[in-house]
């Protein structure tokens, strides 16, 4: 069955404090693997696709990574508004479900 | 620009009441999907409908039934609830499909069954 972990559950910065979020899989056959943000009392909002090992995507203060084991997100110079819980996601092989972690809940300290 | 909307934002039950989720998509998107959020569980897939006709079963599809009404319209019904039941529920759609395609989520129905 697909897993995806996500590490850490939480995890608190100052403003301008660089770091990075993980996200393990195990999956039979890679489609994509999906990040999202979302904020308190809100839906998940799609932030990027990453397909295969090497593949990057970059929005604003964000970079998404992917190897063949789990894919990062890096946050850069964060600033308060970057406070949310991030998951990803990797879709199942075969039907129509989407695997999701649990989430990082991400605060950023002004 | 609504996107996918859902409604109602919060509902109270009592166990053994009957409620309707509604949600609707103004993007023409042909798969719908409708997930529940609990703490510690992730976002799971309760039921989707990959296209106008066709429903099928996700993986928490238990005391849950679906419909959906036309393109722009999936409806989830809980016959009889239950405090399990208890959950943010999210409708999600895409243009056809998970693979290869960006899933939109609405902004959640919070329900409690007491």
């Known amino acids: 069955e697909d897993q995806v972990t996500q590490s850490p559950e939480a995890l608190r910065l100052q403003e301008g404090e660089s770091s990075s979020l993980n996200c393990s899989y195990t999956v039979s056959g890679l489609r994509g693997l999906f990040w999202y943000r979302q904020d308190p009392g809100k839906g998940p909002e799609f932030l990027f696709t990453?397909?295969?090992a090497g593949e990057e995507k970059e929005k604003e203060r964000l970079k998404a990574t992917l190897t063949k084991k789990e894919s990062f997100l890096h946050i850069t110079a964060p600033k308060p508004e970057d406070s949310a819980t991030y998951l990803c996601?990797?879709?199942?092989?075969?039907?129509?479900?989407?695997?999701f972690g649990t989430g990082t809940r991400l605060t950023i300290i002004p | 620009n609504a996107g996918v909307t859902q409604t109602p934002k919060f509902q109270v039950l009592k166990t053994g009441q009957s409620m309707t989720l509604q949600c609707a998509q103004d993007?023409?998107?042909?798969?719908m999907y409708w997930y529940r959020q609990d703490p510690g569980m992730g976002l799971r897939l309760i039921y989707y409908s990959a296209s106008e006709g066709t429903t099928d079963k996700g993986e928490v599809p238990n005391g849950y039934n679906v419909s959906r009404l036309n393109k722009r319209e999936f409806s989830l019904r809980l016959e009889s609830a239950a405090p399990s039941q208890t959950s943010v529920y999210f409708c999600?759609?895409?243009?056809?499909?998970?693979?290869?395609?960006?899933?939109?989520f609405g902004e959640g129905s919070w329900l409690t069954v007491v």
């Open positions: 996601a990797v879709p199942n092989f075969g039907n129509e479900k989407l695997t």
């Open positions: 993007m023409n998107h042909n798969s």
């Open positions: 999600a759609s895409t243009v056809g499909g998970i693979s290869g395609n960006t899933i939109y």
């Open positions: 990453l397909y295969s």
